[in-house]
């Protein structure tokens, strides 16, 4: 298994407060990726990262950061976590750019906005 | 409008049945993918593939680049097949497109 970790894999948080979820992975992969997993949607693409300080948004980024100040993490900020919010996020590691390349995933992250 | 559209969405089959999943796409792509996700658990790669066909155990994937289409056939399915099963597609820039599922049952 590629090694990724998520972390907390659990969290129950009040709406307008700030939120930072860690992924945490020693593929030494350049690409990192936030997804949310909501019911009715696939998975939808939070931010990417495509090396150290550099990342760019994906279509449902509204509301969040992130940073990547290592290779190894790349953290994801909920501003002041929303209802709306409350999801299961999936961290995803991929070597490269080409569209052949695996992904690889973390064991997902249920945040739960009160 | 769904760029990778998946049925069925929920299945449920005794054990020892043979189960299609199924997977459309709308998009140019590089490879499909199919990933599978238990209950509260993470998300598994099982197949990527870009043409023709893939065997892993009692699993194959196999994808018809012209139709745009992808089946993911289990054999002698077994209650710990049970999950939910994602087609996703991707291209360059690893662009990805994901299914919403389908959620297998296999009853004992």
């Known amino acids: 298994d590629a090694g990724i970790t998520q972390s907390p894999r659990h969290k129950v948080t009040e709406t307008g407060t700030p939120v930072t979820l860690r992924c945490h992975q020693t593929?030494?992969?350049?690409?990192m990726y936030w997804y949310r997993q909501d019911p009715g949607h696939g998975l939808r693409l939070i931010h990417y990262?495509?090396?150290?300080?550099?990342?760019d948004k994906g279509e449902v980024s509204d509301g969040y950061s992130v940073s990547r100040s290592k290779t190894e993490d790349f953290l994801l900020t909920l501003e002041s976590a929303t209802s709306s919010q409350t999801s299961v996020y999936f961290c995803?590691?991929?070597?490269?750019?080409?569209?052949?390349?695996?992904?690889?995933f973390g064991q997902g992250t249920r945040l739960t906005v009160v | 409008k769904n760029e990778v559209e998946q049925s069925p969405q929920n299945l449920t089959a005794q054990e020892g049945e043979f189960i299609t999943i199924n997977c459309s796409y709308s998009?140019?792509?590089?490879?499909l993918h199919w990933l599978q996700q238990h209950p509260g658990g993470g998300i598994v790669s099982l197949f990527m593939?870009?043409?023709g066909k893939k065997k892993h155990g009692r699993l194959i994937a196999t994808i018809n680049i012209q139709e745009k289409h992808s089946s993911l056939h289990i054999t002698a399915s077994h209650p710990r097949d049970s999950a939910v099963y994602i087609c996703?597609?991707?291209?360059?820039?690893?662009?990805?497109?994901f299914g919403t599922g389908t959620s297998l049952t296999v009853i004992p």
């Open positions: 995803a590691i991929s070597e490269s750019s080409r569209g052949n390349t695996e992904a690889f």
């Open positions: 593929e030494n992969h350049r690409y």
């Open positions: 990262s495509y090396g150290v300080k550099d990342t």
């Open positions: 998009v140019g792509i590089s490879a």
């Open positions: 593939l870009s043409s």
């Open positions: 996703a597609v991707s291209s360059s820039g690893n662009q990805f497109y």
